[in-house]
């Protein structure tokens, strides 16, 4: 009887201590009004070609708009729920270098790329900043695609799917913070994956750290 009691107890204080969850988050909502954005910053990507890659860095530009929307699918989803929505428009540029025959090359892609992304928020206690799950998909058009061996650069655009088609998924942080022009600044981690073969069975895939300013 006794070991039945000590278990109990245990249980008890394990319920209590890791499992109580009023200690640690609380109901939120996030509330969003129309608004633009610029989402910018480093991104490690990689597109491969045949050739043998050693450094793959880029970067991220993109112009965005954000409003809450009420989701409803005809016949399988209807809420009066609502959820974030953005729409960006961005370049996405990913340079790499990588020796061929003992010469070195430079490679260069530039995509204009469309993200459609939701998020959602973490209800944490105790806590002025906001942390968000994100996901969402991409469609990117390839605009440039050369290759510079020993200063002659050549389009390699022809060997490549020219369209890709993705998802992106990440975290991000919002801090309500004035800064300049921007109303409040939000930092991000976001990993993409593309979905369609750019190149001899190969996918796109990209890691972006990003801040956003609003305007």
Avoid at 62 to 75: D, L, M, S, W
Avoid at 162 to 175: A, R, Y
């Amino acid at each position: 009887m006794k070991n039945y009691v000590l278990l109990f107890l245990c249980l008890l204080m394990i319920n209590t201590e890791i499992f109580s969850q009023d200690d640690f988050f609380e109901e939120k909502k996030e509330v969003i009004e129309p608004h633009v954005y610029l989402e910018l910053g480093p991104l490690f990507g990689d597109i491969d070609s045949e050739n043998t890659i050693d450094s793959k860095m880029g970067s991220y530009l993109a112009i965005g708009y954000a409003k809450e929307i009420v989701p409803k699918i005809p016949f399988l989803l209807k809420t009066d729920k609502t959820m974030p929505l953005f729409i960006e428009l961005g370049l996405k540029q990913i340079g790499s270098k990588g020796t061929v025959f003992n010469q070195t090359i430079v490679s260069n892609y530039e995509y204009l790329e469309l993200r459609i992304k939701t998020r959602y928020i973490v209800p944490l206690k105790k806590t002025k900043k906001n942390l968000f799950l994100n996901g969402g998909i991409f469609y990117s058009s390839l605009k440039v695609a050369e290759e510079n061996w020993n200063n002659t650069v050549t389009s390699v655009a022809a060997n490549m799917n020219s369209t890709d088609l993705g998802v992106v998924f990440g975290v991000s942080m919002k801090f309500n913070q004035k800064i300049f022009f921007s109303e409040n600044i939000t930092t991000s981690m976001t990993y993409s994956y593309g979905l369609v073969d750019i190149e001899n069975g190969n996918n796109s895939k990209s890691f972006l750290s990003a801040i956003r300013l609003v305007f």
